[in-house]
């Protein structure tokens, strides 16, 4: 007992310590359930089945799943491209959930939401795609299960729906797309070498396996005529899909090389032509850090360096201006505990006196209303001051601009019908701006309504006009425009910054962005998010166009050595491959037994059965020797073919003699042999040599050359394996070839 406890943990040790001599076993062992791993997942089936092996040819799958392959890749294009554009709009995610709840009245996230929905969709048909790349190239077929393909039918259907709602209600958003690639257009084209580079690797190892594959198809055509038509349309089939992987490839190889003379980015110029970074404009103050249109963001907008305040002003039914930017009062007040039934009402309709006992800042503590996904947690102390926020007057507003000196610019919204001001509510805003004594330069008056009287009542106004014609701004004599971001799209505003027009552009939240106006030589900007943008103290992705031409042929160059490299590599393995394999066939042991097995058998009838030099050629040279061993001989069913002797069987005598009367070389022939006895017997000269000549074509055989051949075929065994069946054929066929010479010559002796 005492002796088995000691061994069985020497033994585990034995296991262990084998194990870790060789690695192979946990290497077959991982490898099988990768198998199992990408199988099960695209087709969900767990084990995997020898039969599921593809068959060699051009294609790897049926026809239906040929028919159904284009759908995943429509799946993947359209998921990618819907979440492309989804991300690069990121600074609309506000507005589209302002435009969400008020159709809804619920405030949340939803921008984030179809961020994660379109990831999912993105990510799930993706996949998809790898894993049918991977089981391409394991070999196995493609059989996408039942559900994926319900599951992708409604992924085409959910990307097409959204693309049509992105085309038909916010075509804007397909611009903000347009101005990310300008500015990550040289990043995108370099990385996109890099993925072209990547995708050489297996776009190489598939042209390299086709061409082999019609080579060896057009090698079994020369030898196999009745099949000379199916092998052609085969051929055929493979050179098309060669064209079809390789042309789509080097062809976006190709405009990748060039394009960067199409490309125009704003980010690419010289340093000392880079203008001087855009002013900030408060939206509604610091949305980010204080209720929006509340004192407490007006304080943390200077408190960040804002240039200017901008803003939303409605007049109250008792002719009160306040700062408010719904027309309701449900997401930014408290008005659904105060007066539930008036959450609806138009904010004009409501008195000064009610509206100034409204609570403007509980709801942004509040994590449920949230305004912003990015937003920080506030201290304590800021806290207890939004809670305490109210709605104030545009009077508050003015009283600060003065105090810090900022520039104040805000929307004049209109009363409703029934309001007492409808219309002459601009003059009453003119009179209440004139009597706060503010500094008129300070105002930039942004309406377009009534604007004749604004220049007459107060001429120090700096007017502000939209996105016109330059002869109308000239006209008009308006020297600043407020535009919004995507007009940047068209040729950059190049001829109003030609006109000498300042412009500001509305609202620019996102970093890359910021980076693109200032690169444009845009003067200022609108923003929610000040406290980041302030810290930006260089254009992002801002390259020089020497450092860009550099990094554009440095990419070009590595990346064409790398993919010549790559493609030789795989030509240079599948021929070291091809060369391996055909020496395999005659080092193999079970053949190398057999012949032995076959030399002792045959010692006593003295019959040679060693082969000559020249069988250490490759097979298919034995055709050229001898045209009539192809006639009667068969294939091996691999992806090469060698020519092999069929059995015979033993109630055919009749058959076996016509056997061996093609079997006679020709002229030729003998003359090649006789060159290579001299390994054989070097004793002979040259009158053996002749007379050997000349004896061996006699198309009488004697006794041993048929003796030989019932040896042979008594000797035969049936093969157990698939793998050792052509050495063993081969090697009867050579045994077979040297027994008549062997009996030719030992008839000449005689």
Excluded at 290 to 310: C, D, I, S, W
Excluded at 677 to 685: N, V
Excluded at 688 to 715: G, H, V, Y
Aim: contains cysteine.
């Amino acid at each position: 007992m005492l002796k088995a406890n000691r061994v069985e943990p020497g033994s585990s040790q034995k296991n262990r310590s084998l194990k870790e001599r060789n690695p192979c076993v946990l290497c077959t062992c991982n490898r099988q359930c990768y198998i199992t791993l990408i199988t099960g997942c695209y087709t969900c089936e767990w084990q995997v089945k020898q039969e599921k092996m593809s068959r060699p040819g051009p294609c790897c799958c049926s026809w239906r799943e040929r028919l159904f392959y284009p759908f995943v890749i429509i799946s993947f294009f359209l998921s990618v491209i819907l979440l492309f554009v989804w991300i690069e709009t990121s600074n609309e995610y506000f507005g589209f959930d302002w435009v969400v709840f008020l159709g809804t009245g619920y405030w949340f996230f939803w921008s984030i939401v179809l961020l994660s929905l379109f990831g999912i969709l993105a990510a799930y048909s993706s996949l998809l795609v790898v894993l049918a790349f991977l089981l391409v190239w394991e070999g196995y077929e493609l059989y996408l299960h039942w559900c994926h393909k319900i599951v992708i039918l409604i992924v085409i259907m959910i990307c097409s729906f959204f693309l049509w709602i992105l085309c038909k209600f916010w075509r804007d958003r397909w611009l903000t797309a347009g101005l990310s690639l300008q500015v990550f257009a040289p990043y995108i084209h370099l990385s996109s070498i890099t993925v072209m580079v990547i995708l050489s690797w297996p776009v190489a190892f598939y042209l390299i396996h086709l061409e082999e594959e019609a080579r060896v198809r057009r090698y079994k055509m020369a030898h196999n005529d009745r099949e000379r038509t199916k092998r052609c349309n085969i051929i055929t089939k493979l050179r098309a899909l060669q064209v079809a992987i390789g042309l789509p490839f080097f062809f976006i190889l190709l405009c990748l090389y060039v394009v960067p003379l199409g490309i125009h980015s704003p980010c690419i110029q010289e340093e000392g032509k880079l203008g001087p970074k855009p002013d900030f404009f408060g939206h509604r103050g610091a949305p980010m850090l204080g209720p929006e249109n509340t004192m407490m963001a007006f304080e943390k907008a200077v408190e960040q360096g804002a240039y200017g305040l901008e803003s939303d002003v409605h007049l109250s039914y008792d002719l009160v201006p306040f700062l408010m930017h719904d027309s309701d009062l449900r997401r930014t007040t408290n008005i659904r505990e105060v007066m539930p039934n008036a959450s609806f009402t138009h904010s004009s309709l409501f008195t000064w006196s009610f509206l100034s006992t409204l609570n403007a800042g509980k709801w942004f503590v509040q994590s449920r209303f949230k305004p912003f996904f990015k937003m920080k947690r506030l201290s304590k102390a800021d806290r207890e001051k939004a809670e305490n926020q109210t709605i104030p007057r545009l009077t508050d507003l003015l009283e600060l601009a003065q105090k810090e000196q900022k520039f104040v610019i805000f929307d004049l919204n209109g009363p409703t019908r029934k309001h007492p001001l409808r219309n002459t509510y601009v003059r009453h805003v003119v009179s209440v701006i004139l009597a706060s004594k503010i500094e008129q330069h300070l105002i930039f008056w942004l309406s377009s309504f009534d604007r004749q009287y604004v220049r007459n009542a107060a001429p120090g106004f700096q007017q502000v006009g939209r996105l016109s014609s330059i002869e109308r701004l000239t006209k008009e004599n308006i020297s600043i425009i407020n535009v919004d971001y995507k007009r940047l799209f068209y040729s950059g505003l190049r001829d109003y910054k030609a006109a000498n027009i300042t412009i500001n552009l509305y609202i620019v939240n996102e970093p890359w962005l910021y980076s693109l106006a200032w690169c444009s030589r845009i003067h200022s900007v609108t923003t929610d998010n000040i406290q980041i943008l302030r810290q930006i103290n260089h254009p992002y992705f801002f390259m020089t166009p020497g450092y860009y031409m550099f990094m554009w042929l440095f990419m070009d160059s590595v990346s064409a050595v790398l993919i010549v490299t790559i493609f030789y590599f795989h030509w240079w393995r599948e021929w070291k491959k091809e060369m391996f394999d055909n020496a395999s066939i005659y080092t193999d042991p079970k053949s190398i037994s057999l012949q032995k097995r076959e030399q002792g058998s045959q010692g006593s009838s003295n019959v040679s059965t060693k082969a000559p030099f020249r069988v250490m050629e490759s097979p298919w040279t034995l055709a050229a020797l001898y045209p009539a061993l192809t006639k009667n001989t068969k294939k091996h069913p691999g992806t090469r073919h060698f020519l092999v002797v069929p059995k015979k069987k033993a109630s055919e005598p009749e058959q076996a003699k016509k056997t061996i009367k093609p079997l006679m070389p020709q002229k030729d022939a003998v003359r090649q042999l006789a060159s290579t006895e001299k390994s054989f017997e070097p004793t002979w000269d040259a009158t053996r040599k002749a007379t050997f000549q000349t004896a061996l074509p006699s198309p009488k055989m004697n006794k041993p050359t048929i003796s030989s051949l019932e040896i042979l075929e008594s000797e035969t065994e049936p093969e157990n394996t698939s793998s050792s069946e052509p050495s063993q054929e081969s090697s009867l066929m050579f045994s077979t070839t040297s027994s008549i010479f062997s009996s030719g010559l030992l008839s000449k002796k005689n």
